[in-house]
């Protein structure tokens, strides 16, 4: 692209829900860099508050809209990558900016490549645009994403600033404070050695794993050669041939035959976990395993520690420490420490494993310890998964004392999705980051480690459907809430897995009104539950034709998951028929499809097996009558049980899930469904 051109994204890619922002550039002296930002603004060109501000210090939205995922080192330089989510941007959100700045007095024109480019949610690239002639300025605007209708479009700007990052933000209506402004000035000035280098390990082979359907090729970056300019805008000298990227490693799908003798032989690994015989050896092993590797992968640290307001910097993990605590020392897990601009962050760590629930007593002990010591944070780590407006332990905060310490919740599927989301889908820096997070992959989804995530709808489940099957379950009953509170971390336990098998955000749909307090909505949730029985749930998958429902019967048992297809815009209804029954071909003859219309009688309805033969009978009998699309259901026996055995609730939900995406929407010709995810029933969900 050229400067102030532009292009719609759907005109690019028909799967850009999701979308990849990268910056890069090349320093000749190997010691340049910048940092990237991003500014949400509204229709007056403005942000709505200070926290529509993104840098490194804030780099995660809470609705997901915006992920600063932090620099990749590539042959020639960095390049820094921006995970935005299109479909989670509010509503009063007309422009997205996305800018660089540098410190200490540098400036963009000692820097050469400067680039912006954008990739689809499948990681195919789509556009590239060369910033040229940035001179001396200190801030870029690279380019914006902007709305037109009900689509999103790129505009390519390369605006520069000489007032830096503070005249950019200024600009946009940021309240840049002069204490604030001089910290963030200094906190810049952390030069990128700073940053956490890419472990020495030796060159690895990556070990294929088994059993596993074929993947896409790795994504590679490829910057296109220019000739730079002096001030006077006049050409110089041609720049040397830049060479290409490091290719981003993802491990192959295929598996490659054993040299085993016999079945009973099993690969050395890793991390073993044949040895664990106790919880305290579980949450031991699992402790030092994953902060072992956080500190041999920067991005994949980045990926679980940005979220919580970590810097992006040097890291090192820590287990076995023992800090002062009263009469008696406490011995936390493990301990997170990352340095940027001289600065230090530092998180204890407590993790559980299998069943067992956090104890309050000894978070707050925690919490006091690093408030004391001026730690940022204390992160848990369990198989629950946390739920807004729903912390898994209460811990009391000393308001008298200066210094806060955040208290932030990972389940141990989220770990297990964003090693799977590397490894399989977006790539790494190189083999043997690869293959650490496989063997961390493999370790967390062995029967044995402990780390297989949420598996019990609690002990107010067997009493709840009971009461509902017996018409006994009253309203304001509490334990239909807590029901309703497993169910909704179930739900986004089977979008984490779900999403790390196809690649791509799998988000739980929530219809209340902004601004909804969680705990309400889930009271009323719980008296729907008490008077009809059911519990409710939609996903959004990038790439599908619509919402993917679910929704649990307890009075009859059943699981029902499910689409709603919209009619096409152009044809014959006789057409529209006929061609969704054919690609339903290899779809299970007991899907149930029902025809849409704009009546209160509504429409037609059967199951695929007697639609096959005669796709009319999918038209409604009164040819005035208009079809706006087709529903396509699944039904499956409810287990029982609140855990997750083979004849449990929970089993029941995964497994429902997977059929219906694998066996009803993979054949609906969209981008994202014709990724089928695997059939391996692996302990990330």
């Given amino acids: 692209m050229i400067m102030g051109s532009n292009v719609a994204l759907a005109d690019l890619s028909d799967d850009v829900g999701s979308v990849i922002v990268s910056l890069g550039w090349v320093s000749p002296t190997g010691e340049g860099d910048a940092d990237v930002s991003v500014l949400l603004l509204d229709s007056n060109g403005k942000v709505r508050s200070d926290g529509d501000f993104y840098?490194?210090?804030?780099?995660?939205?809470?609705?997901?809209?915006?992920?600063?995922?932090?620099?990749?080192?590539?042959?020639?330089?960095?390049?820094?990558?921006?995970?935005?989510?299109?479909?989670?941007?509010?509503?009063?959100?007309?422009r997205i900016v996305v800018a660089a700045s540098r410190y200490d007095g540098a400036r963009f024109g000692e820097l050469e490549d400067v680039r912006i480019t954008l990739a689809d949610a499948a990681g195919e690239s789509l556009?590239?645009?060369?910033?040229?002639?940035?001179?001396?300025?200190?801030?870029?605007?690279f380019g914006e994403l902007y709305r037109r209708g009900e689509g999103w479009k790129f505009r390519a700007v390369g605006q520069g600033y000489e007032t830096g990052l503070a005249g950019l933000a200024a600009d946009f209506g940021v309240d840049v404070e002069d204490d604030a402004a001089a910290e963030t000035e200094a906190a810049f000035e952390a030069a990128e050695a700073d940053e956490q280098a890419e472990a020495t390990i030796p060159e690895v082979t990556v070990p294929a794993p088994a059993e596993e359907p074929a993947g896409r090729a790795p994504l590679e970056a490829v910057p296109a050669p220019r000739r730079p300019v002096d001030e006077a805008g006049e050409p110089g000298k041609p720049a040397p041939r830049p060479r290409t990227a490091k290719k981003k490693v993802t491990l192959p799908r295929t598996a490659k035959k054993t040299l085993a003798e016999n079945d009973s032989w099993r690969q050395a690994r890793l991390f073993p976990v044949s040895v664990l015989k106790t919880d305290r050896d579980r949450e031991t092993r699992a402790t030092s395993v994953l902060l072992a590797v956080m500190a041999q992968v920067p991005e994949f640290s980045r990926r679980l520690t940005a979220g919580f307001g970590a810097p992006a910097g040097r890291m090192e993990t820590f287990t076995e420490v023992s800090l002062p605590h009263g009469e008696s020392p406490r011995r936390p897990d493990g301990v997170i420490r990352v340095e940027r601009a001289g600065k230090l962050w530092t998180a204890l760590v407590e993790t559980k494993t299998n069943g067992n629930a956090l104890k309050a007593d000894q978070v707050q002990a925690y919490m006091d310890i690093a408030a004391r010591r001026g730690y940022e944070a204390v992160i848990t780590l369990t198989n629950d998964v946390a739920l807004e407006g729903s912390p898994l332990v209460d811990v009391k905060i000393d308001k008298r004392?200066?210094?806060?310490?955040?208290?932030?919740h990972l389940s141990w599927a989220e770990v297990a999705y964003q090693a799977q989301m590397l490894i399989r889908h977006e790539g790494v820096g190189n083999a043997a980051h690869a293959w650490l997070l496989q063997e961390l992959l493999h370790y967390l989804q062995h029967e044995n480690s402990g780390c297989h995530g949420f598996q019990n709808?609690?002990?107010?489940?067997?009493?709840?459907?009971?009461?509902?099957?017996?018409?006994?379950?009253?309203?304001?009953?509490?334990?239909?809430?807590?029901?309703?509170?497993?169910?909704?971390?179930?739900?986004?336990?089977?979008?984490?897995?779900?999403?790390?098998?196809?690649?791509?955000?799998?988000?739980?749909?929530?219809?209340?009104?902004?601004?909804?307090?969680?705990k309400e909505r889930r009271s009323r949730l719980a008296d729907h539950l008490c008077l009809d029985g059911r519990l409710q749930a939609e996903l959004r998958i990038d790439g599908t034709p619509g919402v993917l429902t679910l929704g649990a019967d307890l009075r009859t048992g059943k699981v029902r998951t499910g689409i709603d297809?919209?009619?096409?815009?152009?044809?014959?209804?006789?057409?529209?028929?006929?061609?969704?029954?054919?690609?339903?071909?290899?779809?299970?003859?007991?899907?149930?499809?029902?025809?849409?219309?704009?009546?209160?009688?509504?429409?037609?309805?059967?199951?695929?097996?007697?639609?096959?033969?005669?796709?009319?009978?999918?038209?409604?009998?009164?040819?005035?009558?208009?079809?706006?699309g087709f529903?396509?259901?699944?039904?499956?026996?409810?287990?029982?049980?609140?855990?997750?055995?083979?004849?449990?609730?929970?089993?029941?939900?995964?497994?429902?899930?997977?059929?219906?995406?694998?066996?009803?929407v993979v054949h609906l010709d969209t981008p994202a469904a014709s990724r089928a995810p695997s059939k391996e029933r692996a302990a990330t969900g």
């Fill in 55 to 94: 840098f490194y210090n804030h780099p995660v939205a809470a609705d997901g809209s915006v992920q600063l995922l932090g620099k990749t080192p590539t042959a020639d330089g960095s390049e820094d990558r921006i995970s935005f989510d299109l479909s989670a941007v509010p509503a009063g959100i007309d």
């Fill in 127 to 141: 556009l590239r645009f060369a910033v040229d002639h940035a001179g001396s300025v200190s801030a870029v605007i």
């Fill in 401 to 408: 004392r200066k210094h806060k310490v955040a208290l932030w």
């Fill in 457 to 518: 709808m609690g002990p107010a489940w067997v009493p709840v459907r009971n009461g509902i099957d017996e018409e006994t379950l009253c309203q304001g009953d509490a334990r239909a809430l807590e029901v309703v509170e497993s169910w909704e971390r179930l739900i986004r336990q089977v979008c984490l897995r779900l999403g790390g098998e196809l690649g791509q955000k799998v988000l739980p749909v929530q219809r209340a009104k902004r601004g909804t307090d969680p």
């Fill in 565 to 628: 297809v919209p009619a096409p815009a152009q044809g014959y209804p006789l057409s529209w028929a006929k061609r969704l029954v054919r690609r339903l071909a290899e779809a299970p003859a007991d899907l149930h499809v029902e025809t849409l219309v704009d009546s209160e009688a509504g429409g037609p309805r059967g199951t695929l097996e007697r639609l096959r033969p005669e796709p009319a009978d999918l038209l409604p009998k009164d040819n005035n009558t208009r079809i706006t």
């Fill in 631 to 664: 529903r396509l259901s699944l039904l499956k026996s409810m287990g029982s049980g609140r855990g997750n055995a083979e004849t449990g609730f929970i089993r029941s939900v995964d497994d429902a899930v997977h059929r219906f995406y694998t066996g009803v």
